[in-house]
């Protein structure tokens, strides 16, 4: 049987690592259109702020320890680009080369993930407007972070909060704005005011009930512009309100989405072709205790659905 993985990290990369320990005889190809298939994301802010201080650490597979160890044919700055569900087959483009070719497939495991959810505010496509989803990302704030001392962090869920930690750690100065009226929006009030105490005992600045209308650019940095006509100068914005699941690939091979964006799944990881399944920050999942349909980016899930 031959099978295509798109997309490595949690779901990809452990899926395939799965299947070839259930069996050496499948061909398994793992396209990767970033240069990393392997890697903890979750570690991402702790290098950021040096407790992680060995890069190598946040890399967990290379493809070259993949084809040696699993017998993995891994093809990094590789991006599918369409399903042809009919012939059964994928359209890869090398993003260094430029070259485009098909790949058959017998059975096909999607797991594109998630991207960084960009409003269309404007100035937001400034490059002192940074976010963090990978390892080229991380490489970014880290390069702010040698010459930038003032900080602004837009959303105040796990990775916002993880990042204002972090950039505490080295000395910056750190500001945090959310919506609502707490950080953490997935736990009581009362447990993310111990948060809220906890965050300004170490320096961090919360701005709570705000919304950002704007960026602006200055000689000096940037000026953020608030909803109640409150204006923040800083030298940095990372923005951090959430992901959203990078359907497109599924959507235009007409597989069925979720009313959350996510990819459909039957309880197997199965779309409605039975040819192609899809694990990960892709895809749509019902709640174990209250039974909606729900979207759950984070790696311990995209783990467990890829094994």
Request: charged share 25%; net charge neutral.
């Amino acid at each position: 049987m031959k099978i295509i993985v798109v997309g490595g990290v949690a779901g990809g990369a452990t899926a395939a690592t799965r299947l070839r320990r259930l069996s050496e005889k499948n061909e398994i190809i793992i396209f990767e259109k970033g240069e990393h298939v392997s890697f903890a994301n979750c570690g991402l802010p702790y290098h950021i702020g040096g407790t992680i201080p060995d890069r190598d650490k946040l890399l967990l597979q290379t493809p070259e320890s993949l084809k040696i160890r699993y017998n993995l044919d891994t093809r990094i700055f590789t991006e599918v680009l369409a399903i042809n569900r009919e012939q059964k087959t994928v359209t890869a483009k090398n993003r260094i080369t430029g070259i485009v070719y098909d790949e058959s497939y017998d059975k096909l495991l999607l797991s594109p993930g998630a991207e960084p959810i960009r409003p269309p505010l404007e100035g937001i496509d400034s490059q002192n407007v940074l976010t963090l989803r990978n390892i080229a990302d991380m490489d970014k704030i880290i390069q702010k972070t040698k010459t930038n001392n003032d900080f602004v962090i837009v959303g105040g869920g796990f990775i916002g909060l993880e990042i204002a930690e972090n950039l505490i750690k080295l000395g910056k100065k750190v500001r945090l704005v959310e919506l609502n009226k707490q950080v953490m929006a997935q736990v009581d009030f009362e447990m993310a005011s111990y948060m809220h105490h906890k965050a300004k005992d170490h320096g961090l600045g919360l701005l709570l009930n705000h919304s950002v209308q704007k960026f602006v650019d200055t000689q000096q940095g940037m000026e953020v512009h608030l909803s109640n006509n409150k204006v923040l100068k800083t030298e940095v914005v990372i923005l951090s309100i959430g992901v959203k699941p990078e359907n497109s690939l599924a959507k235009n091979a007409g597989l069925n989405i979720g009313e959350t964006g996510g990819i459909l799944v039957n309880p197997y990881l199965q779309t409605n072709d039975e040819d192609i399944y899809a694990v990960g920050d892709a895809i749509e999942v019902i709640h174990v205790i209250h039974h909606k349909k729900v979207h759950i980016p984070l790696a311990w899930p995209g783990n467990r659905q890829g094994r």
